[in-house]
């Protein structure tokens, strides 16, 4: 496995730390104007998700991750497994629970995602920014109340629930942006 | 496409010349001399934790090339002048310092040091302190000697704990990884400095740190009234390490021994060895009048005169567009 000096250190970088794959977000040279320099870092763990702050003598060597995002289809899940493909080599591969985490919420059939690959095997799956997903059930909202501030809560046909405003109805499908969970609009039909 | 503009303001760099300029003349009223030495000379610092740019004369006189090296600072051509009779003398130069990027530094930056004969560095502290005060309009300073803030900051006596006491705090302190691995006192004190004080002191006015041990003297005299420490300071302003003095030391010898010392600890960590610069013995050896010098980044000084956060933002042109 390849080794990065710190002096590689930059945003985007992918090491190994403790035994996983992480991402590093931000690298700042510490380094007083008499003595020691340090690698200051805040790295994401790609498994674990967790954000941490890690310092590093300048000069010591880290083991890179084999890591690397692909951008492919997501097809079906069987329940134990959910299986994406590769749209030009048709190639399928097939993430676990572990790997599409809290965002199962928001896969969609035939949908583009990003398939974070750590050794071959999927270890992440980031969705499209906007899904377009059917409500299953929403309270209907009480006529003529258009002013309604806070809306209501709609459960969408993945199990998401995501508020609306009291004017959209089950059966309806909306526009939900994956990163923070917000309703955008009705679905452009 | 080129990004090609600077990265600094045009209104930025009116606060740097406005701050240069009123540098100068508070060494004017002072009757302190500016003087100018060499960028390239044929020694370098011995320094293990500073790199040099090293690079190529070739023309009359050196047909077959003279290696030359980026100075990291002006301190040894200043100590020549002032071995020569010079007086109190002050320079604005650049410095150079490769492997050195990043939020408070580039490779090549700008540097104010003056020296003061007949100062020692509690009279040089209070020299710097004006100078903050006039450039920054900061309130006074305060002090504190490099053994009080470790004890105040980490309860730890930085003169007297154990390699062992030292590696339990640098692991509760999240360093765990490093702690296990280092032997060096310096560096886990360098450790804990750097990332669980500096961080905490002089956010409200500048503080002076002084005393440091001395086995961080660098090119400071050791303490008549305590070996343990270096008359050495070093300043700090909200959280940015802006200058460092020392009570000179005169004595040729013990320079030597120190180039040594150094050049001991480059072999030991794979670097090059550097010749010792001996205009600068020979220069000690006929004599150092008695005096403090201190170097102060001025691209820090511009960093807080401007109330910028990135060195970048008050330089025209960082490495990243030069």
């Not at chain 2, 390239?40 to 030359?68: C, I, K, M, N």
């Not at chain 2, 900061?138 to 154990?162: A, E, M, N, R, V």
Request: with cysteine; hydrophobic share 35%.
């Amino acid at each position: 496995m390849a080794n990065y000096s710190t002096n590689e250190f930059k945003a985007g970088l992918k090491i190994m730390l403790d035994g996983e794959p992480c991402n590093i977000l931000e690298n700042e040279l510490v380094k007083p104007g008499k003595g020691q320099a340090f690698n200051r870092v805040r790295i994401r763990k790609l498994i674990s998700g967790k954000v941490l702050e890690k310092t590093f003598k300048s000069g010591e060597s880290v083991e890179s991750a084999d890591v690397m995002d692909t951008e492919l289809d997501y097809l079906y899940t069987d329940g134990e497994f959910w299986h994406f493909m590769n749209s030009e080599s048709f190639e399928q591969i097939a993430a676990d629970k572990a790997a599409v985490g809290e965002n199962v919420k928001w896969l969609v059939e035939n949908d583009s995602c990003t398939v974070t690959l750590w050794n071959g095997a999927p270890i992440a799956i980031t969705p499209p920014n906007f899904v377009e997903l059917e409500i299953v059930e929403t309270d209907p909202g009480l006529k003529g109340d258009t002013a309604g501030t806070g809306g209501k809560p709609a459960t969408l046909s993945t199990g998401a629930v995501v508020r609306v405003p009291l004017f959209i109805q089950t059966g309806e499908v909306v526009k939900v942006d994956t990163r923070n969970g917000e309703y955008t609009g009705r679905a452009q039909k | 496409m080129t990004h090609w503009q600077p990265s600094a303001t045009v209104e930025t760099l009116e606060i740097r010349a406005k701050l240069l300029a009123n540098i100068r003349q508070f060494f004017a009223e002072r009757k302190v001399l500016e003087v100018e030495t060499p960028q390239l000379a044929q020694h370098s610092v011995t320094d293990p934790h500073l790199a040099s740019f090293r690079t190529e004369y070739v023309g009359p006189g050196h047909a077959q090339g003279l290696s030359l090296y980026l100075q990291t600072s002006p301190e040894f051509s200043m100590k020549r002048l002032l071995c020569a009779g010079s007086g109190c003398i002050y320079q604005i130069c650049k410095a150079y310092r490769n492997e050195e990027s990043g939020r408070y530094h580039n490779p090549e930056f700008s540097m104010l040091e003056w020296y003061r004969v007949g100062f020692d560095h509690q009279q040089l502290m209070q020299e710097v302190a004006d100078l903050l005060q006039v450039i920054l309009h900061c309130k006074l300073p305060t002090y504190l000697s490099y053994q009080q803030t470790f004890i105040q900051y980490l309860g730890i006596d930085p003169l007297s704990c154990s390699l062992d006491e030292l590696k339990d705090v640098a692991s509760q302190q999240g360093f765990r990884d490093i702690a296990q691995q280092e032997n060096n006192p310096d560096t886990l004190l360098q450790l804990l400095f750097s990332h669980c004080i500096e961080p905490q002191i002089g956010q409200e006015v500048p503080i002076f740190v002084f005393d440091f041990p001395a086995t961080q003297a660098a090119l400071a005299r050791i303490s008549p009234s305590d070996c343990r420490v270096a008359e050495r300071f070093e300043v700090y302003f909200k959280g940015i390490e802006l200058a460092n003095g020392f009570h000179e030391l005169a004595d040729a010898d013990e320079q030597q021994r120190r180039f040594q010392q150094d050049n001991q600890r480059r072999q030991q960590m794979g670097l090059p060895v550097i010749t010792p610069d001996n205009y600068l013995l020979e220069a000690l050896r006929s004599g150092l009048p008695d005096c403090a010098g201190v170097a102060l980044g001025i691209d820090r000084l511009v960093m807080l005169a401007s109330s910028n956060n990135n060195i970048s933002n008050v330089q025209a042109f960082t490495i990243h567009s030069a």
